[in-house]
C-alpha cells in the first residue's frame, strides 16, 4: 500500500518538460508489490533482486542505465505533491554548484521531518544527540548540531546533509562520484554521499518551497 501510495502521488503530481522515467527496485519483497505495479503502473521499470541488497545498492542499480539529466532518489513511504518535481528541478537547473537538493517533508502528524535536515554526526554532535541535550536546546546550533538548530526552514539554504529519503541530484555528477557507497546496507550512505558531494565543492540545498509527506520509517 505504500508503495501505491507513493506510486499514485508521482503520476498524479505536474512533470518536468520532457516527462518522467519511473524505476522501482525491489529488495526481494515477500508481498504482492510487484504484482501491484505490474497490474497498476505497467510504465514503471521494474527491478527484482533475489535477495535483499540494501539501499545503496539498489539505488545504483535503479539508475545505471538511465539516460535522465537528473536523478530523484525517493523512499516509498513518501507521498508527493503537485509541485514536488519541478519546482525543485528548475532550482537545480540554475544552480550548477548545486550538487544535490532535498524538499521539506512532512510527518503523518502534520510536524516537519527533521532528518534531512542535518548536520554531520561528530562526536560533540552524537553526545547532545543520546543525551538529550539537542531536544532540551533544539535551535541552538552548538547542542542540535544533529539537526542544525531547526535553522529557518522556510527559506533556502545549504545544509552539510540530507537524508536520502528525497534526493535530487544532477546524474553527472552522481557518476563522477561513484554513487552510492554500496558497502554501506542500510543506514549512513546519504552521510557519505552527502560528504563527497561537499567535498567535490557542491551544495547541498535546502528547498522548502515544495513539500512531500514522509511516513518516516514506514518503508524501513
Known amino acids: 500500500q505504500l508503495l501505491d501510495d507513493c506510486l499514485k502521488s508521482v503520476f498524479a503530481a505536474d512533470h518536468p518538460k520532457g516527462g518522467i522515467e519511473v524505476v522501482v ?4 519483497s515477500t508481498d504482492d508489490s510487484l504484482k501491484m505495479v505490474k497490474a497498476k503502473y505497467p510504465q514503471v521499470k521494474v527491478i527484482k533482486n533475489k535477495t535483499n541488497l ?3 545498492r539498489a539505488n545504483n542499480q535503479a539508475v545505471l542505465d538511465s539516460s535522465a539529466k537528473y536523478f530523484l532518489f525517493l523512499n516509498s513511504d513518501t507521498v ?3 509541485y514536488s ?3 525543485p528541478l528548475k532550482y537545480l537547473r540554475t544552480h550548477p554548484k548545486v550538487g544535490a537538493l ?4 512532512f510527518l503523518k502528524d502534520g510536524s516537519l521531518d527533521y532528518d534531512n535536515h542535518r548536520g554531520f554526526p561528530t562526536p560533540w554532535t552524537a553526545i547532545c544527540k543520546f543525551s538529550g541535550l539537542s531536544d532540551i536546546f533544539p535551535n541552538s546550533t552548538f547542542f542540535n548540531n544533529y539537526h542544525l538548530g531547526r535553522k529557518n526552514l522556510n527559506r533556502v539554504h545549504s545544509i552539510p546533509v540530507s537524508a536520502g529519503s528525497f ?6 555528477l552522481f557518476r563522477e ?4 557507497d554500496d558497502q554501506y546496507f542500510f543506514y549512513g550512505e546519504d552521510i557519505d554521499l552527502c560528504f563527497r558531494i561537499g567535498a567535490a565543492g557542491y551544495k547541498i540545498i535546502y528547498y522548502p518551497k515544495t513539500q512531500t509527506l514522509h511516513l518516516r520509517g514506514a518503508s524501513s
Do not use: C, E, Q, R
Not at 25 to 28: A, F, K
Not at 102 to 105: A, P
Open 80 to 82: 508527493v505533491k503537485k
Open 177 to 180: 562520484l561513484g554513487g552510492w
Open 102 to 105: 532535498t524538499i521539506k517533508l
Open 25 to 28: 527496485v525491489d529488495n526481494n
Open 85 to 87: 518535481f519541478v519546482k
Open 54 to 56: 540494501g539501499f545503496a
Open 167 to 172: 534526493l535530487m541530484m544532477p546524474s553527472k
